[in-house]
């Protein structure tokens, strides 16, 4: 494992590990040794489908090959195909593409401000979002964040956000205003260490902003388009939002993003109220249309689920082997966590000495969010290194 010698070149904005990814094929990736690694982190819920999946690496060369960019001046049907598909899971009406996961909460919020500016008065701008959410690093999206962390050194920040304890509906209540004007949270926080919503606190925000006449938005960047065994998170909560966004998953691999609602809230948005120059790009869009299609033909969802169920399993099984390092394992589907005492950073570092990614999700959570089409097998071989990483930091 080498460092590239150019790396002074890149301004210092990650806290890289010691790999350089030259091919992935699969749920593998190689380094440029050729040595391969067990991908349990997909790109960070990016290559759910494995990396270049032969559909999909095979709708983006067809498409390169046709039109590669279109602006959104014109048509182009590829992007109305992923809307479509979109619209089909979500229910949601009408779709507006970008290219990134802060861009769709950015838009987001514009829509849900713009909204209550034109049916409420001006007044109505205040966004409440969750503590220890992730909502992006754009200066709106990175005030929405529930993280003190992320926004350091950036001042001054936008105003019109506020932050609730996620799973109270009484706090949340507590910072509810006449300025309030939209609700905005991840059903399953990932960056704020894997945490699901409540089912009764989704029900209660719900009715809460249907009461005080709030809109509703869910951050499904993460946890969404299949990661948690259906293809919205919010469908296994029985709660519908008002907006949705999405990105990460939805381009195979390719930056694309997308922030969906009901007509109602869409309407409000004419020629002119936003715009983005690549957002709902041909090539992007027919990657995310082969990713829906190949998600509905081979019934992905099936396998997310039973995996997910099997990696629960063995993650339970290594909590019960190391209880004074494993406090906790949570999540649903393939977006799994788990709690360890000592911080998590020492365990994923020994999983990638071993042949492993993982990720951590704050300071002491591991993180598990491996392709849709991993097999019992890998989940096997996966636990084994992790087994032998739990046991190299505990000696
Ligand atoms: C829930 C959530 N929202 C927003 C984002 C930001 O997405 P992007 O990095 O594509 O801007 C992320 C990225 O991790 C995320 O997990």
Not at 17 to 37: I, N, Q, S
Not at 76 to 99: H, I, W
């Amino acid at each position: 494992m080498t460092i590239p010698r150019n790396s002074e070149l890149l301004m210092n904005t990650y806290g890289r590990f010691p790999l350089t990814v030259v091919r992935g094929e699969g749920v593998r990736v190689f380094d440029e040794t050729g040595r391969a690694y067990l991908d349990f982190g997909s790109g960070i819920s990016v290559n759910n489908l494995g990396h270049c999946h032969p559909a999909v690496a095979a709708a983006i060369q067809e498409q390169a090959a046709r039109l590669c960019h279109c602006s959104n001046l014109y048509w182009s049907e590829p992007q109305l195909t992923t809307a479509a598909y979109l619209t089909k899971y979500s229910g949601m009406d009408r779709v507006f593409f970008c290219n990134s996961g802060a861009e769709a909460n950015e838009g987001a919020i514009k829509l849900a401000r713009k909204y209550a500016h034109d049916k409420g008065g001006s007044g109505r701008f205040e966004i409440v979002t969750m503590k220890k959410s992730f909502h992006g690093r754009t200066l709106a999206t990175l005030t929405a964040t529930g993280q003190d962390k992320v926004k350091t050194g950036f001042a001054p920040l936008p105003e019109g956000f506020v932050y609730a304890p996620f799973n109270d509906i009484e706090g949340l209540k507590s910072v509810i205003s006449d300025k309030t004007c939209a609700v905005m949270l991840e059903p399953i926080q990932g960056e704020g260490g894997i945490i699901p919503a409540d089912e009764s606190f989704l029900k209660d925000v719900k009715a809460l902003c249907d009461e005080k006449g709030l809109l509703l938005i869910f951050d499904e960047i993460q946890c969404g388009l299949g990661r948690t065994g259906t293809m919205f998170a919010f469908e296994r909560y029985g709660v519908k939002p008002h907006i949705v966004t999405n990105a990460k998953s939805l381009g195979g691999g390719l930056p694309f993003g997308a922030f969906s609602a009901v007509e109602e809230v869409a309407s409000v948005f004419g020629p002119g109220s936003h715009g983005s120059t690549f957002g709902g790009n041909p090539v992007a869009a027919a990657a995310a249309n082969a990713y829906f299609k190949t998600m509905e033909e081979e019934n992905i969802l099936e396998n997310v689920v039973s995996a997910g169920k099997y990696l629960t399993e063995k993650l339970l099984a290594l909590k019960e082997a190391f209880p004074d390092v494993i406090r906790d394992v949570r999540g649903r589907g393939l977006m799994l966590g788990a709690e360890v005492a000592g911080g998590a950073a020492p365990i994923v570092a020994a999983c990638l000495e071993r042949g492993l990614i993982i990720l951590n999700a704050g300071p002491d959570v591991l993180r598990f969010l491996p392709p849709y089409i991993i097999t019992a097998e890998q989940i096997d071989e996966a636990a084994e290194i992790l087994k032998k990483a739990l046991i190299s930091v505990t000696e």
